[in-house]
């Protein structure tokens, strides 16, 4: 039996690493994408707060009204204003582009005060346990038939 060269053994793992970080980009905006359509909305305000980050949770979304102050998410949602080019989302996006395995893992999370009350079921628009089933139809959809282990908001399994 011949032996592979220690190049073509590397050129496998490469591109093994690069299909399992295509695949994990994948299944994080799957589950992202499932999240903020499956999010109760009555503001809005915790549905367009489902953040991707790499390596370490992301921050809380911080909010600047026109005179470029901070304010605070209820104020924010008084007076329509959202997150701009410089928002969490927005680098997600480029930091998912080019996502190798190096980076760490890749979290979907929320940092909305209520949404363990959400999760819980305190909206008419959503049942308790609504979380746990966007990321199972976003599994199941990505073909890993719901096996992945994943974390949700709150500890939940």
């Given at each position: 039996m011949a032996k592979a060269s220690p190049q073509a053994v590397a050129n496998v793992v490469a591109e093994l690493r690069a299909y399992a970080a295509q695949q994990c980009v994948e299944l994080a905006l799957a589950i992202h994408h499932e999240l903020v359509v499956a999010t109760p909305v009555d503001t809005g305000w915790a549905r367009d707060n489902w953040i991707i980050s790499v390596g370490t949770r992301a921050p809380a979304i911080r909010v600047r009204d026109k005179g470029g102050r901070f304010i605070s998410h209820r104020q924010a949602r008084a007076t329509g204003a959202r997150a701009g080019r410089g928002s969490p989302q927005v680098q997600a996006m480029g930091?998912?582009?080019?996502?190798?395995?190096?980076?760490?893992?890749?979290?979907?999370?929320?940092?909305?005060?209520?949404?363990?009350?959400?999760?819980?079921?305190?909206?008419?628009?959503?049942?308790h346990g609504w979380i746990e089933e966007a990321i199972g139809r976003a599994l199941a959809h990505h073909g890993s038939g719901g096996k992945g282990h994943v974390r949700v908001p709150g500890g939940l399994r």
């Open positions: 930091l998912l582009a080019s996502y190798r395995l190096e980076h760490g893992p890749i979290m979907v999370d929320n940092r909305v005060d209520y949404l363990v009350y959400l999760a819980e079921g305190s909206s008419p628009q959503a049942d």
